[in-house]
Structures are given as structure tokens and as C-alpha cells.
């Protein structure tokens, strides 16, 4: 979470949005691989309209508040966060 443009969007947040991205950053750090892929709020999905950066396999989606969605990739144990997008289709690379 010291990616600098991920903390830029997430400090920007409104302050209900925030506590929520927070709560859900909270529950994430309890969680096992196998139950993030499967928890139904998160929705964790692999985005396949952007190529990943080299050196990483695939860049994931998840939701970290009821209306925002950020990005994310797997790096062994730990999970990198990208961003926080604006709205959902530019989690995708479509706007």
C-alpha cells in the first residue's frame, strides 16, 4: 500500500467513501487467497482489456467500496495495490 498513486486516490476520497475503502482493506488482511477470490463483495476479477507491466502476470479488480473499484496484482504472499479508479469502467482501461 506505499504505492504513491494508489495512497493519492485513496486519501482523496470523501470521508464515508474512505472508512469504507479502510473497512474493506481491514477485512482483506484477514482473509486467505482462496477466500478473497470467492468473497462475493469483493469481486475480485482479472482484468484482461490492459496488459500487466512486465514482470507481472495479470492485473486484478476488486471492490473496495460500494462504488469504486481498485487494482491490484498478486506478488507472492503480498497483494499491490495500483490504483483506486474514478468509476468502474476506467478500472478496465476503457475511458
Not at 22 to 42: A, E, F, H, P, V
Not at 56 to 76: E, F, H, M, N, V
Amino acid at each position: 500500500m506505499n504505492n504513491l498513486v494508489f495512497q493519492e486516490h485513496l486519501f482523496g476520497l470523501q470521508k464515508p467513501e474512505r472508512n469504507a475503502a479502510m473497512d474493506t482493506l481491514r477485512k482483506i488482511r484477514q482473509l486467505s487467497w482462496g477466500q478473497l477470490y470467492r468473497d462475493n463483495g469483493l469481486k475480485w476479477e482479472k482484468i484482461v482489456s490492459v496488459k500487466p507491466p512486465q514482470g507481472i502476470d495479470a492485473i486484478y479488480s476488486l471492490r473496495i467500496t460500494q462504488s469504486r473499484r481498485c487494482t491490484a496484482y498478486r506478488d507472492g504472499d503480498f497483494m499491490r495495490f495500483l490504483t483506486v479508479a474514478p468509476d468502474h469502467d476506467s478500472t478496465y482501461g476503457r475511458k
